[in-house]
């Protein structure tokens, strides 16, 4: 992808030089590798806290409920806050508040009970919503509107190599009796694993706040290139309405996915220990990150409908395999469902967006509000681990995959006069 031709071909004949939007867009992409640290660390602390405070598969559940549900709430506020302060403010602002939603983890292992993580769990989230609603906006307009689902999946890929980071450090720490012990104990370990994250993103922060990074005023990003009328409203844009249900199932699916693969390689893969099992989400997490890298590459020859229907297709086979429960297959299949969702919340993304005008950046707003839907699956699909096993429980999944599957064939498609996407 070439950023020069991106900034060439940009709506509305911006006055940025080509090589000045490299700036810009390094420093959106450094905002993904933040929120995926935090998201890899939050599926290890799912099953950190089942061991240490002796809670069910269900009630662990409520970690991510807190995290994805500021998503949810926050979202339309984050779009908000965006319009009347531009791209900077949104991502300093996310930036600090994610600091300050990580600090609260010193208190709330000092309290030593599960309520006061959720708590902090749903500030620190609070801050990655506008984190996110800015950069994933800010990424998808900084350019040739053709090229929003490489722009978005190349920064998508760092997001990847945080979620690969997150397991890491939390098998590490958290599942390693001699490093909890040297830190000073399971409470000190979340402490300082915390308190650095906070100090880290704060350094972040204030670089961006010094940097110059341009408010692009793409009011038009989105507009057809034929010169038709303006973008009608979102409420008759089926293919962004269908987008964002699309986008709010396989999130779920990816989270319920991410909650419980710990449980599920541990169940299926006989001797392998929690630690182990965290290691192996890293090592899914690598085919994440190489699924992102390699959907870059492809949607230079791909149409995005055509790949988001293929990877859904194949994630429908793999989570049945993984719900069937055969030994060591399961596990293995689990792992390369997550190579196959590399490239779906990218291209949902900027499939649903499409073609919306003046819209575009409350559009923007709505589907990152989207990623609220990964409240739907965890505590179903704990439920059905407490009561029936960890497999069935995949099952759910499965039928998300099959809407994506459906979006990428026809959804994306729907009220568009063309099938360029």
């Known amino acids: ?37 935090a998201y890899g660390l939050l599926d290890v602390l799912n099953k950190h806290f089942q061991e240490t405070l002796s809670i069910s598969q269900a009630d662990s559940s409520w970690l991510q409920i807190a995290y994805f549900g500021a998503y949810l709430l926050l979202s339309l506020p984050a779009g908000m806050l965006l319009n009347a302060r531009g ?29 006061p993580f959720v708590g902090s769990m749903f500030v620190l989230a609070a801050g990655l919503c506008v984190l996110e609603t800015s950069a994933d906006t800010y990424v998808n307009v900084l350019g040739d509107p053709a090229k929003a689902s490489q722009r978005l999946n190349l920064a998508q890929s760092f997001n990847a190599l945080g979620v690969f980071i997150g397991p890491m450090i939390g098998g590490a720490v958290f599942f390693s009796p001699s490093t909890t012990e040297a830190l000073g104990g399971a409470t000190r370990s979340i402490q300082i694993v915390y308190g650095l994250i906070a100090v880290a993103v704060l350094v972040f922060a204030a670089v961006v706040w010094r940097a110059r990074l341009p408010e692009t005023g793409l009011s038009d990003h989105g507009a057809a290139v034929d010169g038709d009328a303006p973008a009608k409203p979102l409420s008759q844009q089926p293919h962004f ?14 989270v319920g996915i991410g909650a419980y693969f710990i449980n599920l390689v541990t169940h299926n893969w006989a001797g392998l220990s929690s630690q182990q099992g965290a290691f192996m989400l890293s090592l899914a997490a690598i085919g994440y990150l190489v699924g992102r890298f390699a959907a870059t590459a492809l949607l230079l020859k791909v149409k995005p409908r055509t790949l988001l229907t293929t990877y859904g297709v194949i994630n429908v086979i793999l989570t049945l395999i993984v719900a ?56 179903p699909m704990g439920k059905l681990a407490d009561l029936y096993g960890a497999n069935i429980a995949f099952l759910l999944p499965a039928a998300c995959f099959v809407v994506v599957a459906w979006y990428g064939w026809k959804g994306a498609g729907l009220g568009l006069k063309t099938e360029a996407n």
């Not at 991106?6 to 420093?27: E, I, M, Q």
């Not at 996310?94 to 009970?113: E, K, N, Q, V």
Request: proline residues 4%; charged residues 5%; contains cysteine.
């Open 1 to 37: 992808m070439s950023i020069e031709t991106d900034a060439a071909h940009t709506p509305g004949g911006l006055a940025f030089p080509a090589g000045n939007l490299r700036g810009p867009l390094a420093f959106a992409i450094g905002c993904f590798l933040i929120w995926g640290l």
């Open 87 to 115: 791209y900077k403010f949104g991502i300093v602002s996310g930036l600090g508040l994610t600091a300050i939603g990580a600090l609260l983890f010193i208190p709330a292992a000092d309290a030593g009970s599960f309520l």
């Open 241 to 254: 309405i269908a987008g964002v249900v699309t986008q709010a199932l396989y999130i779920g699916a990816q």
């Open 324 to 379: 069937a429960g055969i030994d060591k297959v399961s596990p293995i299949a689990l792992i390369a469902v997550f190579f196959f969702m590399s490239t779906m919340f990218a291209t949902i993304f900027a499939l649903g967006t499409t073609g919306l005008g003046v819209h575009t950046k409350k559009a923007s707003s709505l589907m990152v509000m989207a990623i609220g839907g990964g409240v739907l699956l965890p505590w």
